[in-house]
Every structure is written in structure tokens, then in C-alpha cells.
């Protein structure tokens, strides 16, 4: 059955026809063509597909997108501003944090949370936040590297 | 060193697209007029099956149903095994035919058996559950052993007794000769755990036909566009080669399993050409674990023969691998020539011999996987030289420093077909321990003995064949193409560099590291050069990116054809500055006539190559473009030691990885951080299989891991910071010197951590993955 959905994408209004069944991670990818988010595995396990809803991390393959109605979503694509890396993207380039780039936006997006409400982390800490998200490429040593010195960053500090 | 140039750790190019979600992977596009395809797959491990596909052909939004009796109809050729290896008794292996959709008879759980196209994934999925599936279930095999048995069930008519091949390596009489004089014989029995690779970005594929012109397209998730398309054309014979444009496009992620042509892609692409329109399918997670070739599995029985010093006399090594139900692209040399020809290790182990059985069972295909044959090698190698070790009561470093190949011993013939190039064992071992600080183990063990822990410290002197390979060598083991690479310098008229190599990047950087690479051998600025690559109709035909070749091969293609250019950048200037050639310089990006400040920079150069009013044009073509191929004389021989130490906790069985220490000699190195970075992951991959990952089918041949609830991969929290450096002896025959460094940590790192945990344990009863459970068993045995 089609259903009406709207919300605000990266700032922008948006309202859609779409089928019930439909998934937020679907809605952002298919109708919207914002392909930043990706699909990693059909069973919430891998965290490629991680956005912002409402300013919380939340797995846009995990949420029909009549759920996230009326909320405020950010994805990969709302980071930089005026082509301006966000810091914490900044970080992951500066540290390697990323190899063939599919895990990567989940990863930054997910970091976002945790700098949000752990704003100076330690690398377990960083290590125990990453439960939901996979990597297969780096090994993650660079990943904490890269959100440790995001967090760093977006403190203040150097 | 330039800012930019060898040995510089720059930021890569890439990654400003794949952090801001602008990467362009398969998935990512979608085609005007696009349909989408879903697979029927087998719920048996082996039936015989027939089909009605009416109620699905007249669902919602189905545009076409097609199965293997189509592809018959179509004559389109079956899946094939580029890689032909001879067994002991002369014959070559069995490779029964592989259709691209089960014709009768399914033989794995996943074999596919129609493709459903229709105007949407959701109507395609809906449809695939219509079509009706009537299975007669056949007797299925699922262990190697069972499979071997006298009377087990028959996978193929035409491999008798479910063996691919039994294969042999090395001196069997010499072999038996060294241990008949040994001192010590070490022995173990040592299973190498199938796993799943998972690359984070499933497999995926949109065909395109075009009626008007008969051109093919394939947009896919490949580490090796040109193989796919050379297959495609040449053998499965779906268009002819100069009709189908393959392109690979960002690939998140490889490690193997995108190397090989598989059912679904071909089935895709076909599918196109019947209907006209472009047709698009993405694997789910479930549909990868039950797809994707899988690797490694192997189940081998290991003997090491000492004199009374501990030096190794003799190895005597007895292997099963398993194929799964067809022998995939290039699974039979993995457990073959990739395996058998690394067994003399770091060492000067006198006599060797390794024979193979490969063996079909009833479960999904197993092919190259990250290290494919290399680490299954390294990790009986290093296993039964630790075992060795602690029975006779020598140390572990110095057993391997008594039997090390001395640095001044190079080139070294081995005993099993091989000559390794260069290499200092000694060098990264003392280094490595020196980093792990080795001679303190026994105070750290005690404190945490004190804290009811077990601790354990494990090393792993591994080493493997890669830059694969040389075309004569793998052409004389059965290989059926050469693997020699490409690699195409374009200058534009504003003196911007173009960069065409047939290798591919799935994540290893190259767009980064090969602009440092000609960046610094042609003088031009880094961000002038653009990398191109993973597309048939724009790079020469290449062999594509895997064994860690793409630098040693394809960087040194692009160092042939960057000499072709300077040649004749040389010619211009000596053309343009009235000197003669042989008075012209090149250093640094600019052409001088030596002895005078009279210089043409490159960009120069290239200018006038393009708006040439008077050249000569019998001695002198207008245009700076050159194409090189190199083919290697012999593969490269990275090695290193890692050192792992680990602490149990007897309670629970859990182990933690408390420290990590790499010390690598991949020769020189280009971007040292990039090179850092695939260590870590490859060392990520060998924990995982060392305490994780463990594909498990049940006894029926239904996989019990199916999915990442089941399979578990390595997360962050498992795994540790590591402490990662390098040493160097250059290769000596290739012109960067360069030995490649994608593989190193999966082959190294299983060695280690379950020597670590043997010694932990101080018991060898434990197989990997060693999981908490398996671990607590081990301790309560
Ligand atoms: S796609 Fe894997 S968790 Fe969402
Ligand atoms: S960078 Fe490839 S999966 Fe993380």
C-alpha cells in the first residue's frame, strides 16, 4: 500500500509516495539517490547503512521509512559543508581510517554519535562503540586512530 | 623524498569521494529502463529437481523467467577453471561442468537454478518465491573424509570417488631418507577452518544490451574486468570480446572473491541480452554466504624431522582440500601450487615432501581467498616448527634462527619448485622480538599467572610467493593465461598525466600510490596525474589485482611504459633544442643538454608533442603516449615475523590479544602508511579465522553460518592496536624493487595467535577458530 512520507533530508524537505514495506535505508538510497549510505548485510549486523535520525545513530536498514516521518535525518551526504570536510571526515583521511570506503560512512556517521555523547573518548571505549559496525579492510587500528583524532579535533584541541 | 613522492605516507586520493558518499560501487547506479533480477537457489545439498515457472512468469512486475534449459537453448557455455593442475598419476584434475544454472541437479545448498527478471527487487523477490521447485533428494557429502569413502554418494559422473586430483610436490624418497636419520619427529594434525569472505560490499552486477549497435555491457563488483571479460566472451561465450564492455566500478572490498566468474553475473548479463533492457542484481548478505566462493578448508596431517641440534631435516607434509561441489575459476592450483611450493618456509629444510588430495563435497565452491594456499602453507609451517620446539626444549626464536636461510644465501632454490629472491629472516625476527620485548615474557606470564591468567606468546616467521606471477612459471604449472600486467602513461597537451593500468582497486589505494609512483619518475606534480582503471574499454587489457601484485607487476608495467616516455621525451627535446639525443638528461621532470643550462621540462615536452609544426615525421611521430607490459622473472618473496601474545582466562575460555607486533619485508615501499594499513587488515582477517571465523555446515549440508548472526566476524573490540615496521631487501628483479604487502598479515597472524595460545594452554588439543568454548574444552580435556 502506498503511504505519504516526509522529513527533512540533510536540511532539505522532502515528501515521497512510497510502498509500506519501505525501508528508510531504501527510501534514502532508491528514491532519493543518495547512495553514500549503504547495504552491508540483510540482519542489522554491519552498520554500513548508519545515519542520523533525530541527531542519534540509528541502522536505516532497521527502520521502515514511515518511522522516521516528520524526523530530521543527516546522512554521509549533510557532513561537509561547502565542500569543507567535517573533521572527523578529515580525520579519516588524515589516518587512514578507511580502505575500499563501504564501511566508511557508517563509520563516521556512527563516530558522530559516540562524540556526541562521549565527546573525549578512550580507544576502548572507541573499540566497545564500534560493536555495530564491521570492517572488513583496516583492521580497525586505523578507524580508532582516525575517530580518536576526530573527537580531538572537534574539541578544540590540536 | 618529495612530499608526494616514493616513500611519502600521503593521504590518498580517493578517499575525499568515499568520505563524503560520492563512491560510485555498483549498486550505486541505477539505469533508465532498469530491471531487476532474483535468484532461485537450491534448499538441497545434492537433489535432482524439476521445474514450473508459470505462477511466478504471470506474477506482478515479472518481466522474464529463464533457467538452465534457456542457457541451452542459447548455447551459452558453462563456468570454467582457469588453472589446470596434474595429479601424481599424470591425468589432469577433474573439472565436471559448472552450469551458470542447474540444469537437473543441484549439488550445493545456494547453486542457483532460474533468474527471475522483473520491474522492481521486491516484485523479482515475490516472484522467485512462485517458482515451484520439485526436489528428489540425492544422498549429499559434506566432509572430505566421507567424501573419500569407499562407496560415499557421487557428486559428478566424472570424478570417481568425489577427487579432483591428488597431487604431490618434492622429494618423497629423500624425504623418507631424512627421516629415517632424525633424532626428533614432530607430528600434528591440523585443521585450516573454511571461512566466508565477506568482503563488506556484496557482490553485484547490471547487464546492459543495446539492440541497435549488439553491444554488451557489464557494470560489476570485479577485482579483474578484462578476465571477466575474456571469459565471458571466449569461453561462456555470451558476445564476442570486442561487444562487451566490463566495467568495475568502486569495489568495497575483494579478498579473493571477486576475482572469479560466478552464476549470477553471467546469468545477468545474458538475462540483458534476451530482454533488451538492463538488468540489476545486488546480493543479499545470505545470498554472499551461500554464493561466494569460500576459502581455505583444508585438513592435513604435518611431520618434521630433527637431527639432535633441532635443525630440520626433513618435512613430510599430507593434505585434503576441499573444492565444494565445482572446481571454481582458479581453485585448483590454491591448495596446489599456491601451497605446496611455499612448505620450505623461512627455512633450509633439507628434504620435503607434500602430497594433495582435493575433494568434492556437497557445499559452495572454495577458491583464493586473501592468501590463498600461502597461509594454509605458513600455518602448518609454523605450527610443527613451534610443536618442535616445545617438545625438544629449545626455544622458540632460536629453533628458527638455527634453521633460518642465512641472509647471504639468496637466491635460494628451495626443495619444492620455487627460488626465493631476497630476504633477511633473521633481521625482522630479532626486530620483532625486540618490540615484544621477548625477554620479559616469563615475569609478564607470572603476573598474570598472578591474576589467574594463562598467558601465551606465539611467533610466526612467515613467508609467501606473491607479484603473481611469472607467465613462464605458472604457464609451465598449468596455468591457462600468462600474469604479466599492463600499464598505459598518457600526457595531455597541458602536460596532465593520464594513468592507464589493467590492475584494479578494491580498496589498496592505487589511485594514489601508482600518481606517486609516476609522479616522482616523470617529474610531474602529484596532482597532475589521474589513475584510470577497471574499465575494458579505456586501460589495456590487464590481468586485474590479486596475490599482492599490483605494484610489483602493474607498477613496474607503468615504469616500461614512463622509460618508453622519456625515450622519447628525449628525442623531442633533442629535436627542439638542437642537441643530439644522446646529449639530453632526464632528472627530475626536465630535459637538459648536459653541459649547458639549454632544458625542456616535460610539460613541455609533451606541448610540443601535440602542436608539432616541423618534426621530422619519418623519425620523430607527434604525440606523448606509451603502453609497457611486464611480466616478471620470478614472483616476489615477502616474509616477516609477527609476534602475538595473548592472555586466556580459564574461567570463560576467552582470549585476549594483549599485543601485536609486525615487522614485514616487502621490500621498498611507496606509501608507507597505505602499506601499514594493509598489514592491520590482513592481520585483522588471520584473528579472525584464528579465533572467530568458522564456516559450519551440519551433517544434512545445509550451512549452519549463514549470516553475520551466525559467522562471527572480527569487530573492533577484538582485535588490538598493533605495532607494525618494516625491514627491506629490495626485490632485485623488478625495477621498484617493490614485493607487495596486501596478504602478509592473513598469512602470518593464524600461526601466531594459536601458538600464542598452545602456549598458553600448554596443550595442542584446539583447532581453530579458537572460540571461548573450544578453548574452555581444550583446558577441561
Ligand atoms: S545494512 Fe547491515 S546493519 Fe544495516
Ligand atoms: S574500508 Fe572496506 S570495509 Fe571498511
Known sequence: MPVNVSMNVNGRAISEEVEDRTLLVELLRETLRLTGTHVGCDTSQCGACVVHVDGRSVKACTMLATQAHGADVVTIEGLAEGGKLHPMQEAFRDNHGLQCGFCTPGMVMSALDLVARNPDPTGPEVREWLEGNLCRCTGYHNIVKSILAGASTMRGGS | ?781
Open chain 2, 1 to 781: 623524498m618529495a612530499e608526494s613522492g616514493i616513500g611519502a605516507s600521503v593521504p590518498r586520493t580517493e578517499d575525499q569521494r568515499f568520505l563524503t558518499g560520492s563512491g560510485d560501487y555498483t549498486d550505486d547506479t541505477t539505469f533508465p529502463h532498469q530491471t531487476h533480477a532474483a535468484f532461485v537457489r537450491s534448499t538441497h545439498p545434492h537433489a535432482s529437481f524439476t521445474l514450473d515457472t508459470t505462477a511466478a512468469a504471470s506474477a506482478p512486475g515479472v518481466v522474464t523467467v529463464l533457467t538452465g534449459a534457456d542457457l541451452a537453448a542459447d548455447e551459452i557455455g558453462t563456468l570454467i577453471c582457469g588453472w589446470q593442475v596434474t595429479g601424481k598419476d599424470g591425468e589432469p584434475h577433474k573439472a565436471p561442468p559448472h552450469p551458470v544454472l542447474a540444469v537437473d541437479t543441484v549439488r550445493h545448498v545456494g547453486d542457483a537454478i532460474a533468474i527471475v527478471v522483473a520491474e522492481s527487487a521486491r516484485a523479482a523477490r515475490d516472484a522467485a518465491e512462485q517458482v515451484e521447485v520439485s526436489y528428489a533428494p540425492l544422498p549429499a557429502v559434506v566432509s572430505m573424509r566421507d567424501a573419500l569413502a569407499d562407496g560415499a554418494p557421487q557428486i559428478h559422473s566424472d570424478a570417481p570417488g568425489n577427487l579432483c586430483y591428488d597431487w604431490e610436490i618434492g622429494d618423497r624418497a629423500a624425504t623418507d631418507d631424512a627421516f629415517a636419520r632424525a633424532h626428533h619427529v614432530a607430528r600434528l594434525d591440523l585443521v585450516n577452518n573454511r571461512l566466508i569472505p565477506n568482503a563488506m560490499e556484496p557482490r553485484s552486477a547490471i547487464g546492459d544490451f543495446n539492440p541497435a549497435s549488439g553491444d554488451y555491457t557489464l557494470r560489476l563488483t570485479s577485482q579483474n574486468p578484462h578476465i571477466h571479460r575474456l571469459v565471458l566472451a571466449a569461453f561462456i561465450q555470451i558476445a564476442p570480446e570486442h561487444k562487451l564492455h566490463v566495467i568495475a566500478p568502486d569495489v568495497g572490498g575483494g579478498f579473493g572473491s571477486k576475482i572469479f566468474i560466478y552464476q549470477e553475473e553471467t546469468a545477468v548479463l545474458w538475462a540483458a541480452g534476451k530482454i533488451g533492457r538492463p538488468v540489476k542484481w545486488t546480493a543479499d548478505r545470505s545470498e554472499s554466504f551461500v554464493a561466494d566462493a569460500h576459502g581455505r578448508d583444508h585438513e592435513s596431517h604435518v611431520e618434521l624431522a630433527l637431527d639432535a641440534d633441532g635443525r630440520f631435516l626433513g618435512l613430510k607434509v599430507s593434505t585434503l582440500a576441499n573444492m565444494g561441489a565445482y572446481l571454481s575459476t582458479f581453485a585448483s592450483c590454491v591448495p596446489s601450487y599456491l601451497y605446496g611450493t611455499l612448505l620450505q618456509g623461512q627455512y633450509t629444510t633439507e628434504a620435503i615432501y607434500c602430497e594433495v588430495k582435493a575433494v568434492f563435497t556437497n557445499t559452495t565452491p572454495v577458491d583464493a581467498l586473501r592468501g590463498a594456499g600461502r597461509p594454509e602453507a605458513t600455518y602448518v609451517v609454523e605450527r610443527i616448527v613451534d610443536q618442535a620446539a616445545r617438545e625438544m626444549g629449545i626455544d622458540a626464536a632460536e629453533l628458527r634462527r638455527r634453521n633460518f636461510i642465512p641472509a647471504d644465501a639468496f637466491p635460494y632454490p628451495t626443495k619444492v619448485a620455487l627460488e626465493y629472491d631476497s630476504g633477511n629472516y633473521r633481521l625482522a625476527l630479532d626486530r620483532a622480538l625486540e618490540i615484544a620485548d621477548y625477554g620479559d615474557f616469563a615475569a609478564r606470564r607470572e603476573a598474570s599467572s598472578a591474576r589467574g591468567r594463562l598467558r601465551g606468546i606465539g611467533l610466526s616467521a612467515y613467508i609467501e610467493a606473491c607479484g603473481i606471477a611469472p607467465s613462464q612459471v605458472v604457464g609451465s604449472l598449468g596455468a591457462g593465461v600468462g600474469l604479466w600486467e599492463s600499464g598505459g602513461i598518457r600526457f595531455n597537451p597541458t602536460g596532465n598525466v593520464l594513468v592507464y593500468t589493467g590492475s584494479h582497486s578494491h580498496g589498496q589505494g592505487h589511485e594514489t600510490t601508482f600518481a606517486q609512483l609516476v609522479s616522482d619518475y616523470l617529474g610531474v606534480p602529484f596532482e597532475s596525474v589521474e589513475v584510470v582503471h577497471g574499465d575494458t574499454e579505456k586501460t589495456p587489457f590487464g590481468m586485474g589485482t590479486y596475490g599482492s601484485r599490483s605494484l610489483a607487476v602493474g607498477g613496474s608495467a607503468l615504469v616500461k611504459a614512463m622509460d618508453k616516455i622519456i625515450a622519447k621525451g628525449r628525442k623531442i627535446a633533442a629535436f627542439t633544442l638542437e642537441a643530439s639525443e644522446e646529449d639530453i638528461e632526464f632528472s627530475g621532470g626536465d630535459f637538459a643538454v648536459a653541459g649547458t643550462d639549454r632544458s625542456m621540462n616535460i610539460a613541455e615536452v609533451a606541448f610540443s608533442a601535440y602542436v608539432p609544426h616541423n618534426y621530422p615525421l619519418d623519425e620523430l611521430e607527434p604525440g606523448l603516449e606509451e603502453t609497457g607490459f611486464y611480466d616478471p622473472a620470478n614472483f616476489t618473496f615477502p616474509a616477516g615475523t609477527h609476534v602475538c601474545e595473548v592472555e586466556v582466562d580459564p574461567e570463560t575460555g576467552t582470549t585476549e590479544i594483549v599485543n601485536w607486533v609486525a615487522v614485514d619485508d616487502f621490500g621498498n615501499v611507496v606509501n608507507p602508511m597505505i602499506v601499514e594499513g594493509q598489514v592491520h587488515g590482513g592481520v585483522a582477517h588471520g584473528v579472525g579465522q584464528a579465533l572467530l571465523e568458522g564456516c559450519a555446515y551440519d551433517a544434512d549440508g545445509q550451512l549452519l553460518t549463514g549470516s553475520f548472526m551466525d559467522y562471527t566476524m572480527p569487530r573492533a573490540d577484538d582485535l588490538p592496536d598493533m605495532t607494525v615496521e618494516t625491514t627491506c631487501t629490495p626485490c632485485p628483479h623488478n625495477p621498484l624493487g617493490v614485493k607487495g604487502c596486501g596478504e602478509a598479515g592473513a598469512i602470518a597472524a593464524p600461526a601466531a595467535v594459536m601458538n600464542a595460545i598452545t602456549d598458553a594452554l600448554g596443550t595442542n588439543a584446539i583447532d581453530m577458530p579458537a572460540t571461548p568454548q573450544a578453548v574452555w574444552r581444550a583446558l577441561s580435556e
